[in-house]
């Protein structure tokens, strides 16, 4: 292995310019070798910048439908002898993949001391802590996810590709959804499913059963759908997604009572109180044993910075892997920077930006819940509107949906007139029409329309479900 000295008496840096000159002449020899490599070693990874150039116009050639050779390479190389001396030195085209991963292999360590240099030059300005700690994994997570570190610009046609392929699974699936299934049909059908680097925020009064609504899509999500019996007995998985749930209000033990009770049919404030039957108690019983191996992963901790969430994601992400993030609750969250300390419409801003960064980074959807101002309380018709975000019009900025949990039956039972008044005839009827009931506003949907669509809600399962339709 070769290696260049740096400046200052310093290592030399990992490189292997005997394993780039002899892909390189696998290349100019047999074009089929430059295929075997493309898919995952770029110009950048060359140490040499002769050999970018070299690796560059062969590229540019091969993906014009042309030969790359030394013939056809010296209008654009200006030493033919190093061409044609690449190719002597060639040897079999079943060594190309072997010496692409050897140079990828030396540029991500490249990449790795030229991050390590800037997190130490950082780390003497004067930039608070938590945020370069914030940037430094966010970078070192790219690195060893992606191996993407300073990919830059796409083209066109890459992110066509990627598009065609998100269309023709939508079209392969049942329901046509092109995104993560909630298990509610009519907000699946509606919304198109959770879209990977969508930030969704899930907002309402308290008690409209935003947590429960988050929980329930957290564990559908989860959940390993199974299907029919396969020839060797086991279960055929038909769906399943990892999902991360930071409960900043409520611990992991009350979520998962909550889980249990919705999954058992056993009302949840008779479990806590222990104020159940025998046969209850198996049912419980079975039911966790059930369930117990669902990929649902809960961070209690409360009072989490948005960049502490943004490193224990990718580091679920990392460990198990990660299809949907949910947060209980956005306003629980707070901000890293002393701007953002100042006041908190600044706060919520840096929160909802890098929440939504964080989608993008991770490509997953973040499913955020919220709470509204008071404001709908003072109106005849208490459903929420999107200037009823409380704090700050950012969350309506930087969110792609804003779904309103709003039910009617909350408010009805308030406004409960005397028996022997006029009203309460009419108000009996109008609470056996709505109970049970729950309507899901879509006020926002960057990528379709916005509307409503019905869910039954069993209060005391805290479980939101399909409509039964006649």
Same mark, same amino acid.
């Given at each position: 292995?070769? *290696?260049?000295?740096?400046?200052? %008496?310093?290592? +030399?840096?990992?490189?292997?310019?005997?394993?780039? /000159?002899?892909? =390189?002449?696998?290349?100019?020899? $047999?074009?089929?070798?430059?295929?075997?490599?493309?898919?995952?070693?770029?110009?950048?990874?060359?140490?040499?910048?002769?050999?970018?150039?070299?690796?560059?116009?062969?590229?540019?050639?091969?993906?014009?439908?042309?030969?790359?050779?030394?013939?056809?390479?010296?209008?654009?190389?200006?030493?033919?002898?190093?061409?044609? +001396?690449?190719?002597?030195?060639? #040897? #079999?085209?079943?060594?190309? #993949?072997?010496? !692409?991963?050897?140079?990828?292999?030396? @540029?991500?360590?490249?990449?790795?001391?030229?991050?390590?240099? $800037?997190?130490?030059?950082?780390?003497?300005?004067?930039?608070?802590?938590?945020?370069?700690?914030?940037?430094?994994?966010?970078?070192?997570?790219?690195?060893?996810?992606?191996?993407?570190?300073?990919?830059?610009?796409?083209?066109?046609?890459?992110?066509?590709?990627? &598009?065609?392929?998100?269309?023709?699974?939508?079209?392969? /699936?049942?329901?046509?959804?092109?995104?993560?299934?909630? !298990?509610?049909?009519?907000?699946?059908?509606?919304?198109?499913?959770?879209?990977?680097?969508?930030?969704?925020?899930?907002?309402?009064?308290? !008690?409209?059963?935003?947590?429960?609504?988050?929980? +329930?899509?957290?564990?559908?999500?989860?959940?390993?759908?199974?299907?029919?019996?396969?020839?060797?007995?086991?279960?055929?998985?038909? $769906?399943?997604?990892?999902?991360?749930?930071?409960?900043?209000?409520?611990?992991?033990?009350?979520?998962?009572? /909550?889980?249990?009770?919705?999954?058992?049919?056993?009302?949840?404030?008779?479990?806590?109180? %222990?104020?159940?039957?025998?046969?209850?108690?198996?049912?419980?019983?079975?039911?966790? @044993?059930?369930?117990? #191996?669902?990929? =649902?992963?809960?961070?209690?901790? %409360?009072?989490?910075? *948005?960049?502490?969430? &943004?490193?224990?994601?990718?580091?679920?992400?990392?460990?198990?892997?990660?299809?949907?993030?949910?947060?209980?609750?956005?306003?629980?969250?707070?901000?890293?920077?002393?701007?953002?300390?100042?006041?908190?419409? $600044?706060?919520?801003?840096?929160?909802?930006?890098?929440?939504?960064?964080?989608?993008?980074?991770?490509?997953?959807?973040?499913?955020?819940?919220?709470?509204?101002?008071?404001?709908?309380?003072?109106?005849?018709?208490?459903?929420?509107?999107?200037?009823? =975000?409380?704090?700050?019009?950012?969350?309506?900025?930087?969110?792609? *949906?804003?779904?309103? *949990?709003?039910?009617?039956?909350?408010?009805?039972?308030?406004?409960?007139?005397?028996?022997?008044?006029?009203?309460?005839?009419?108000?009996?009827?109008?609470?056996?029409?709505?109970?049970?009931?729950?309507?899901?506003?879509?006020?926002?949907?960057?990528?379709?329309?916005? %509307?409503?669509?019905?869910?039954?809600?069993?209060?005391?399962?805290?479980?939101?479900?399909?409509? &039964?339709?006649?």
């Amino acid at each position: 292995m070769t *290696v260049v000295p740096l400046r200052d %008496g310093q290592r +030399n840096l990992p490189q292997n310019l005997d394993a780039e /000159r002899a892909l =390189l002449g696998l290349i100019l020899l $047999n074009n089929d070798a430059y295929y075997r490599v493309s898919q995952f070693l770029a110009t950048g990874h060359f140490f040499s910048p002769r050999h970018q150039e070299i690796y560059e116009r062969a590229a540019q050639l091969i993906g014009a439908g042309k030969t790359a050779s030394p013939v056809t390479m010296r209008g654009f190389i200006q030493e033919p002898d190093f061409l044609d +001396n690449l190719v002597a030195s060639a #040897t #079999t085209i079943l060594n190309a #993949t072997e010496y !692409g991963t050897l140079i990828q292999e030396l @540029a991500q360590k490249r990449a790795l001391i030229a991050l390590s240099q $800037n997190m130490a030059d950082a780390a003497y300005g004067p930039d608070d802590a938590a945020n370069q700690i914030d940037e430094a994994e966010r970078e070192l997570y790219a690195l060893a996810e992606t191996n993407k570190y300073g990919a830059g610009f796409q083209t066109f046609k890459s992110a066509l590709t990627s &598009a065609m392929d998100m269309a023709g699974k939508a079209y392969q /699936r049942d329901g046509g959804l092109s995104g993560l299934a909630t !298990g509610l049909i009519d907000l699946d059908q509606f919304v198109g499913g959770m879209q990977p680097s969508d930030l969704i925020i899930v907002a309402g009064r308290p !008690g409209m059963g935003k947590t429960a609504l988050a929980s +329930n899509i957290a564990f559908n999500v989860a959940r390993v759908w199974q299907g029919e019996v396969q020839p060797d007995g086991r279960l055929k998985t038909v $769906n399943g997604g990892r999902v991360g749930f930071f409960s900043l209000e409520m611990s992991a033990e009350q979520l998962a009572t /909550r889980i249990v009770s919705e999954q058992s049919g056993v009302p949840s404030s008779k479990i806590r109180r %222990g104020k159940i039957t025998q046969e209850q108690f198996e049912q419980i019983a079975q039911t966790s @044993a059930l369930i117990e #191996t669902t990929p =649902l992963y809960i961070d209690e901790c %409360g009072g989490l910075t *948005v960049a502490q969430i &943004a490193a224990r994601a990718r580091r679920l992400k990392r460990t198990y892997g990660l299809d949907l993030l949910v947060i209980d609750y956005l306003q629980l969250i707070t901000g890293t920077t002393r701007r953002s300390n100042e006041n908190r419409v $600044n706060e919520i801003t840096e929160i909802t930006q890098k929440l939504k960064a964080l989608a993008k980074e991770l490509a997953v959807p973040i499913l955020a819940l919220a709470q509204l101002s008071r404001a709908v309380e003072s109106r005849e018709d208490k459903r929420p509107q999107l200037p009823d =975000l409380r704090e700050s019009g950012s969350i309506e900025q930087d969110a792609d *949906v804003v779904l309103f *949990v709003f039910r009617e039956e909350y408010y009805h039972k308030i406004k409960k007139p005397r028996q022997n008044s006029d009203k309460f005839a009419a108000w009996v009827v109008l609470g056996e029409q709505i109970a049970g009931k729950a309507e899901i506003i879509i006020a926002k949907h960057r990528h379709g329309p916005v %509307g409503t669509v019905e869910l039954q809600f069993e209060a005391t399962l805290t479980r939101f479900d399909n409509l &039964a339709r006649e």
